[in-house]
C-alpha cells in the first residue's frame, strides 16, 4: 500500500482555527473540476497532499484510499487486478483526487447500468465544521440500519466536512466488450434503448449524438454474442475511444462556448424541444445541452416531464447553477450544513447561493 503524506491533523487543525474566526475555506483537490458549481469564496485549502492507498482486498472487492490521491493512481492498482470503479468516473484532467471524484458526485457512461459513484460508497473519514474527526460506514458490504452517512459526503462539494478517506466498492473488470452502432433518430433512439432495458441484455451504455446510436455490450463472450444479435447494428472500431470521449467531454459534441447543461430526465421521456444542441446519454435518463436558453425556460421543460437541470459548464455564469430546491428539501439541506458546519465555513455558495 502507498505511504504518501496522510496530514490530517494539520488539516483538523486549520479547520479549528478557520471555525474559531468564522473564515471560509476553498476546499481544492486537482482543481479538475473547477468550473462545476456556484462561485468560490474563501481561503483555498489544498486538499493533494493528503494522498494514498492505505487498503485494497483484491478477493474483498474492497479499497480503500486517502481522498487526495489520484484517480489515475487508484485505476492503475485496480487494472493490475482486473478490477475497476464501476461507475466510471470521469476525470476532466490528468489531476483528478478520488476525492474531488466523490465531492462532485459524478458518474461517467455504465452508470445506469452499474451504479452511481454513491452506490459504491461504503464509508468516509471526514473533518467537520468543528474540527472532528468522524468517520461513518466502513470497509465491507453490508444493509445499514438508518441512514448511510457516509453518502451524504457524495454529491455536497465539499460544503459538509473535508473528505479524509474514502472506501470504495470495487467491481472486476468486464471479460469482453464491444460497441454497436446504429443510424437512428432520437426518437428511435429513446424507444429501442427503454425497449433493450426490460430484456437480459450485457448493455453497460448507450448513448446518441445526434445522428447514432451506441451501445455498449459487457459480459463473458458467450452473453455478448447473444446481445449482439438482438441488438443489431455494425460492431465499432476503437470502441474504448468513443466512450472516454463521452465521459471526459472530449467528444466533438461538447466543442462550444455556449453555456453546457445537463438535464436528469426519466429515460423514456421524449426529446425536450429546446434551442440549441442535443446529446443523449444513460439510455435516455441524462441529456446533455448547448444552448443560451434562458434558464427558467431549460428548468421549466426539465420539470414538465419529471426532471431537473443543471447548469454544468456556464460560460462565466455561475449564478443558481443547481436546480431550485423545494421548500422541505432547502429545509433539509440547512439543517444538514448546521449539523455538519455550524460556522459554514466550508466552500459557500459552491452548492447553493445560501449554503
Known sequence: MSSDCDDSVELQQTVVSAAAKKRPLNL???????????????????????????????????????????????????????QMLAFEPPHFGSDATLG???????SGPRRPYAGSARDFVLG??????????????????????GYDVSRLMCGALGTLGILLDVSLKVLPLPETEITLVQERSAEEAIRVVNGWAGRPLPISAACYDGLKLYIRLS????????????????????????WREIREQTHAFFK?????????????????????????DWGGAQRWLLSEASPKTIRKAAEAVGGHATLFRHAGNRDAVFHPLSAPLKSLHQQLKQAFDPQAIFNPGRLYPDL
Open 28 to 82: 481544492t483537490g486537482g482543481n479538475s473540476k473547477l468550473f462545476y458549481g456556484g462561485e468560490i469564496q474563501g481561503t483555498p485549502l489544498a486538499l493533494n497532499r493528503h494522498r494514498g492507498v492505505v487498503n485494497y482486498e483484491p478477493k474483498e472487492l474492497v479499497l480503500s484510499a486517502r481522498a487526495g490521491t489520484p484517480l489515475q493512481e487508484i485505476e492503475a492498482v485496480l487494472a493490475e487486478q482486473q
Open 100 to 106: 474531488g471524484t466523490i465531492a462532485c458526485g459524478l
Open 124 to 145: 468516509v473519514r471526514i473533518i467537520n465544521g468543528k474540527g472532528e474527526i468522524l468517520r461513518f460506514g466502513g470497509e465491507v458490504m453490508k444493509n445499514v440500519a
Open 219 to 242: 459480459g463473458v463472450p458467450e452473453a455478448i454474442a447473444a446481445g449482439k444479435d438482438l441488438v443489431g447494428g455494425s460492431e465499432a472500431r476503437e470502441h474504448n475511444r468513443i
Open 256 to 280: 462550444s462556448d455556449k453555456p453546457l447543461w445537463r438535464l436528469s430526465l426519466p429515460a423514456h421521456s421524449a426529446p425536450i424541444a429546446l434551442p440549441g444542441k442535443q446529446l443523449i
